[in-house]
């Protein structure tokens, strides 16, 4: 196993949605043979599945007062929240590299880590539900994967102190409203820190990424690991990807299952985003969210417009009612009506 550097020019990378594409880079482009494995820290930001619908995993809310990122990963899993406290790590394979890595077996992936925290103090670890990572019977870290051809990914999350209030408020309850996507498991976390040893309780986050890096490689200092480091080349190329897909609001905010398009519209009122199909000059499926209103002032307009012709007259009805009015505002009229009658 090597150890991958994901520093740019020598500078440590926090955006979430940059740290969040360079498994794709290494699993679908630069595809470096054998078994690598890679440690990273995020600014605060929220980490969706692929197949999950981020209308029922987030308070768009609470991001946008906070500055949180909303990220969309290539793999499946539920919703995460990342911040400064928090690593993730992620292995990287490409063909075989023989030492018993398989996909969709977490253990070997998982083994590492928690032999490292055990060595660093933390009693009691255990692998739950196949891909968690749990310490005294509570999660600190959830696992996933994903793959292409003879390459994939498997990664997660160690909790060191993550702002846990934070979490709670940027991830809402699983909702009762019926949804395309898979759902997130809300179970209870904890922090890591409280169970290691003093020497480690009181690091700050690069320094407690590079204690433990050492007791996976079994070194006294990082120097001693066989390194790929990323250069211009590659950053070119995960620059590429990131403005062709992976920073665009059209994969984060809008490949929500079950939707076909997806526009983003900035309001006097706040940020609206809205996934709708149309098939047959009629309005099949819509859903709304933002900082507009409230997510049941949005689900109750989205009702009223499903099943809509996609005529102009037919959906300013619609958006010029007293109580839509009161929640998107007059401004809101023009743009809405313009995006769901165009002619595809």
Known sequence: MFLIDTNRQGQ????????????NYLVNDLKLPGHGLMMYVNRPAVI???????????????????D????????????????????????????????????????????????????????????????????AGKKFSGMTMFKNGDGYAAGGTIMYDLNVDAAHQALIPVSARPHRGVASNRVPI??????????????????FKTALLCHIFEVNNLDEVETYHLSAHDWEIIDQ???????????????????????RVTLPTGQLHVNFTRRAEQLRAITLF???????????????????????????????????????????????????????
Request: net charge negative; no cysteine.
């Open 12 to 23: 440590v990378v926090t955006d979430a949605i940059v740290n969040q594409s360079i498994d």
């Open 48 to 66: 969706v599945g692929i197949n999950q619908n981020v209308t029922a995993e987030v308070d768009f809310h609470y991001l946008a007062q906070h």
């Open 68 to 135: 949180v990122q909303l990220v969309r990963r290539t793999s499946g899993g539920g919703a995460v929240y990342h911040d400064e406290r928090n690593l993730i790590f992620e292995h990287i394979i490409n063909g075989d590299p023989q030492d018993g890595s398989q996909f969709g077996d977490y253990t070997v992936f998982a083994n590492p880590v928690l032999k490292a925290l055990a060595a660093m103090g933390v009693p009691n670890l255990a692998i739950s539900q196949k891909s968690n990572l749990v310490v």
């Open 190 to 207: 904890t922090n890591l820190r409280q169970y290691l040893a003093p020497e480690y309780q009181n690091l700050d986050i690069q320094a």
């Open 241 to 263: 990807r990131l403005a062709e897909k992976y920073a665009t609001d059209a994969w984060n905010y809008g490949a929500n299952p079950g939707f076909r398009d997806y526009r």
């Open 290 to 344: 933002g900082t507009v209103g409230t997510p049941a002032d949005l689900h109750a307009i989205a009702d009223q417009l499903a099943g809509q012709p996609t005529t102009v007259a037919a959906i300013q009805a619609i958006l010029q009612r007293p109580e839509v009015v009161a929640v998107l505002g007059p401004a809101a009229v023009a743009p809405l009506t313009e995006i769901l009658t165009e002619k595809v």
